[in-house]
């Protein structure tokens, strides 16, 4: 398992494993048109290329030399010594594989190499995800349900871990 980060280059990978996992991860939780919005909206080569043009730092992990998850964490947002995870998936044949964990360690380290304070991310109420969040120490701030447009909504928890 190697942990390695990406370019603007290998963003193609991003959008490739986000179509891929999305579909399963979200298929009890929005519908398949919000799903296919999200990915348009938020995976198209385009709207990663912004993200890292934004300061996102990526990162891929790799089990056998194949691409199996990605993180994605955006430094000093919204204020400086705040940063934010903003993605962090791995396909489900890897998960239980300590993949999450690893890429979980990866984001914390960028946060922490960088000089923050805290981590924060938005995860759906409804996703597997929140759990292992917990038992990684983060703590949950708020809900607060996102406009998305095109009268879609992300219905999140908000959580933070802190340094």
């Not at 089990?63 to 919204?78: D, L, N």
């Not at 690893?102 to 805290?118: D, F, G, P, Y």
Request: neutral net charge; glycine residues 6%; aromatic residues 12%.
């Amino acid at each position: 398992m190697e942990i390695v980060p990406i370019s603007s280059v290998e963003l193609p990978i991003v959008s490739a494993l986000s179509r891929k996992i999305w579909p399963i991860c979200y298929k009890d939780i929005i519908s398949e048109e919000q799903i296919d919005y999200m990915l348009n909206k938020m995976y198209a080569l385009e709207a990663l290329q912004d993200n890292v043009q934004k300061g996102h730092r990526f990162a891929l992990i790799r089990i056998g030399g194949e691409a199996m998850g990605f993180c994605s964490v955006e430094v000093h947002f919204p204020d400086p010594g705040i940063s934010k995870l903003h993605k962090l998936y791995v396909l489900p044949i890897a998960q239980g594989t300590g993949s999450g964990k690893a890429l979980l360690n990866k984001a914390i380290e960028v946060a922490k190499t960088e000089k923050s304070a805290s981590l924060f991310l938005q995860v759906n109420k409804q996703n597997n995800a929140y759990t292992f969040y917990l038992k990684n120490g983060f703590v949950k701030e708020q809900e607060f349900k996102f406009d998305i447009g095109n009268g879609f909504y992300m219905d999140d928890f908000v959580m933070r871990l802190t340094f």
